[in-house]
């Protein structure tokens, strides 16, 4: 039996000076943020240019990659590097670990490519996957990326593929970045929590 106690919605910008740096890059995997743990996550402070690490340098495209457009709220985003070696999959749990969330929307942009597809599962108490959600995100702008079809959850993992190349710095592989993302967070009682099957990911945790 599942006790649903309370719930709040969550606006999480990842722009607070008081809990975000804004050196960039700053990896904030495995820690706690606004009541979410992240993995394979970077905190990107983007800007542009040519010459620069965030400029975009193919035929006629402007001088800004994907990473100066996932900017929604000023001044930064959240970069994953899903999908390329050693960051097979992005994830995100609620903290404590037994506290189920559902997620609601994010504003998802693809760092190189267009046309690139967003693979999302929602994960349930012992890990089992419960529900999935498939969309296109692209370069150019942030896709307000609709999370509800996944349903009450206890972590959502999720990776890019395929894309047609925008840009042609760094042999453009599937990185992507998150803004504003919109969860509604449940207070619960659950027997696993987060506990599962990531064993080793920051998901397998058990904090306050």
């Not at 000023?74 to 189920?100: E, I, M, N, R």
């Not at 969309?135 to 609709?146: F, L």
Request: aromatic share 12%; glycine share 10%.
């Amino acid at each position: 039996m599942r006790l649903l106690l309370s719930c709040a919605v969550s606006t999480i910008t990842f722009d607070d000076p008081s809990i975000y740096s804004f050196v960039r890059p700053t990896d904030i995997s495995g820690q706690v943020k606004e009541g979410f743990i992240w993995q394979s996550a970077y905190l990107i402070v983007p800007f542009s240019g040519a010459g620069n690490p965030n400029a975009c340098t193919l035929g006629n495209q402007p001088t800004t990659n994907g990473y100066a457009n996932a900017v929604v709220s000023q001044p930064q985003a959240l970069a994953f590097f899903v999908g390329t070696t050693g960051y097979p999959q992005g994830y995100v749990c609620a903290s404590p670990s037994s506290k189920a969330f559902i997620p609601q929307t994010v504003a998802a942009t693809a760092a190189w490519k267009d046309g690139m597809t967003l693979s999302l599962t929602g994960h349930g108490a012992t890990g089992n996957a419960i529900s999935s959600h498939t969309t296109t995100i692209n370069y150019g702008a942030p896709t307000i990326v609709d999370l509800t079809t996944l349903g009450q959850i206890y972590a959502m993992s999720f990776n890019a593929t395929g894309g047609t190349p925008a840009c042609r710095d760094y042999s453009p592989g599937t990185e992507m970045s998150f803004d504003n993302f919109v969860a509604i967070s449940k207070s619960n009682t659950s027997a696993h929590g987060c506990s599962w099957m990531f064993s080793g990911h920051p998901c397998d945790y058990n904090v306050a």
